[in-house]
């Protein structure tokens, strides 16, 4: 029990922490150039702190090295990129709205989840309402709109390395707490309803 303590207790730690990593970063970035591309991506982080904060335990949780891993590259990945101040790959206008749209689904996913969202790929009841009628990982495909945004805005080669393996990290994540879930009889029912993981049509 003092073990699981702990490992909680760290993990939230290690979310705050780099939550304000990012919010330096990005706040200091608008004041200085008044684009606001990076702070939907910032806004979208926020709710990860707070539901982090409020999760309730989880009735099965994957603690292997694998998972670890996974859910270590998906999370600190986005709070390392940074603004810069090269030409963008596209105008302001077009970065703003395509984060908007990834913060909307973020947002929608995440309210749904409610304290039911977590890190660490677990079972922490099964939700099947909203937009996971639609994918069975909605939050995670705001997640990937949001940072080809960020991207299309600050296209530095470290950008690109970061948030390239982060979302690869993120779709694997995605699997594996799939496989986690898929003991549960719920879950089995609801994959049968919905078959798309992350994009409709696509995958």
């Given at each position: 029990?003092?073990?699981e303590v702990?490992?909680?207790?760290?993990?939230?730690?290690?979310?705050?922490?780099?939550f304000?990593?990012?919010?330096?970063?990005?706040?200091?970035?608008f004041?200085?150039?008044?684009?606001?591309?990076?702070?939907?991506?910032?806004a979208s982080?926020?709710?990860v702190?707070?539901?982090?904060?409020?999760?309730?335990?989880?009735?099965?949780?994957?603690?292997?090295?694998?998972a670890?891993?996974?859910t270590?590259?998906?999370v600190?990945?986005?709070?390392?990129?940074?603004?810069?101040?090269?030409?963008?790959?596209?105008?302001?206008?077009?970065?703003?709205?395509?984060?908007?749209?990834?913060?909307?689904?973020?947002?929608?996913?995440?309210?749904?989840?409610?304290?039911?969202?977590?890190?660490?790929?677990?079972?922490?009841?099964v939700?099947?309402?909203?937009?996971?009628?639609?994918?069975?990982?909605?939050?995670?495909?705001?997640?990937i709109?949001?940072h080809?945004?960020?991207?299309?805005?600050?296209?530095?080669?470290s950008?690109?390395?970061?948030?390239?393996v982060?979302?690869?990290?993120?779709?694997?994540?995605?699997?594996t707490?799939e496989?986690?879930?898929?003991?549960?009889?719920?879950?089995?029912a609801?994959?049968?309803?919905?078959?798309?993981?992350?994009?409709?049509?696509?995958?």
């Open positions: 029990m003092l073990r702990v490992r909680d207790l760290a993990a939230r730690t290690l979310v705050g922490a780099l304000a990593l990012l919010s330096a970063n990005l706040l200091g970035d004041l200085r150039t008044g684009r606001a591309t990076g702070l939907l991506l910032l982080e926020s709710l702190v707070v539901l982090t904060v409020v999760r309730r335990r989880a009735h099965v949780v994957d603690r292997s090295v694998g670890g891993m996974l270590a590259l998906s600190a990945g986005p709070p390392l990129v940074r603004s810069a101040t090269v030409a963008p790959l596209a105008p302001e206008p077009v970065t703003v709205l395509l984060s908007a749209i990834g913060l909307l689904v973020i947002v929608a996913g995440k309210l749904t989840l409610g304290r039911s969202f977590g890190i660490a790929p677990a079972n922490r009841g939700v099947a309402r909203g937009p996971y009628n639609v994918v069975r990982h909605p939050i995670y495909m705001g997640y709109v949001t080809f945004a960020f991207l299309l805005a600050h296209p530095t080669p950008n690109g390395v970061i948030l390239v982060a979302d690869v990290a993120l779709v694997l994540r995605a699997l707490e496989r986690v879930l898929g003991a549960d009889a719920q879950y089995q609801y994959c049968r309803r919905v078959g798309w993981h992350l994009v409709p049509g696509v995958f």
